[in-house]
């Protein structure tokens, strides 16, 4: 079967809905035999392309992963990326902020991690918890400096909206090409993965207990989400909804929009000039 990214893309101007879009879809593999092959392929190709980035060192991906708890962001990185030479792929998880980092503006800790030309660099979280779980609990806009009337009003999410998809197009006209992928769960299979990681004792260090208290805000995180996709997808930084309820059929949906999106790039290996051609031959010999 075949993967279409357009089919989980928000189109700028979207208003996204998040219960009119698919929690769980009809597999693209038929066992899980035919996963594994159709992943290592993908793995291979991301490999490659990934090798020819790091060789053109014209331009910098940044991919952005957001979700719930249990969404599968950590199982997703670590497979897609599992043939990528270390040496050009860099991830970033971004939790809780430190103090240091309260003391500057949302956008401060991510862009000292933003990656270089020529390489890969994954954010597991990002600047978007600053709209989502901040948004969730807008109590902690008080830690960042803002007043209470601040913190009691609604513009600061739409200028944070804009914050963001300038610091975007930003990137994008210097080289970072920007994709960002929501794993949407539902809360159902949520529940289920909970109940995993008490149950499972190589599980257990996963669960907090805060996980169960922000379950409780399911609905409110739902909305932030729907306001955050509509508000930050844009042509050049799109948003893709993954439907994550399988993971193993997210994993496959997601590594072939990075090998799409890779192959857009249209990368080449430096072209070698005739002068520089002659230079190695001569060199050649004083080998
Ligand atoms: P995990 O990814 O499960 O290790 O959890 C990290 C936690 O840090 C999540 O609950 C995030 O919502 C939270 N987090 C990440 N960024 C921020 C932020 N800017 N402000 C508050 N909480 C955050
Ligand atoms: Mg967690």
């Given amino acids: 079967m075949k993967i279409d990214p357009n089919d989980h893309r928000v189109h700028p101007g979207n208003k996204v809905d998040l219960a009119q879009r698919p929690t769980k879809i009809v597999p693209v593999y038929d066992s899980k035999k035919a996963y594994k092959k159709m992943l290592e392929a993908q793995v291979v190709e991301l490999s490659e392309l990934q090798r020819l980035n790091y060789a053109s060192n014209r331009q910098a991906v940044l991919l952005i992963f957001q979700g719930m708890d249990t969404a599968g962001k950590d199982g997703a990185i670590r497979h897609v990326m599992s043939g990528v030479n270390p040496q050009g792929c860099q991830v970033f998880s971004f939790k809780q902020p430190s103090v240091e980092e309260l003391e500057h503006d949302f956008l ?50 739409d200028e944070r909206f804009k914050s963001i998809t300038d610091l975007e197009a930003h990137l994008h006209s210097n080289g970072t ?24 004792p190589e599980k257990n260090w996963k669960f907090s207990l805060a996980d169960i208290q922000e379950r409780r805000h399911w609905d409110d995180y739902m909305r932030a989400y729907e306001a955050c996709l509509s508000a930050t997808s844009t042509e050049e930084s799109p948003w893709y909804v993954i439907p994550a309820d399988d993971k193993k059929n997210a994993r496959l949906i997601i590594s072939q929009i990075i090998v799409e999106a890779l192959q857009d790039l249209k990368m080449s290996y430096p072209k070698v000039s005739a002068v520089r051609r002659k230079e190695l031959l001569k060199l050649r010999k004083q080998l």
């Fill in 177 to 200: 090409r920007v994709i960002k992928f929501f794993l949407h769960l539902s809360k159902e299979e949520q529940r289920e993965r909970f109940l995993a990681r008490i149950d499972e």
């Fill in 108 to 157: 401060w800790r991510t862009t000292k991690r933003l990656p270089e030309r020529g390489r890969i660099g994954i954010f597991n979280r990002s600047y978007y918890e600053d709209v989502l779980v901040v948004r969730v609990h807008p109590e902690l806009l008080r830690a960042q400096g803002f007043s209470d009337d601040a913190v009691a009003g609604s513009a600061i999410w």
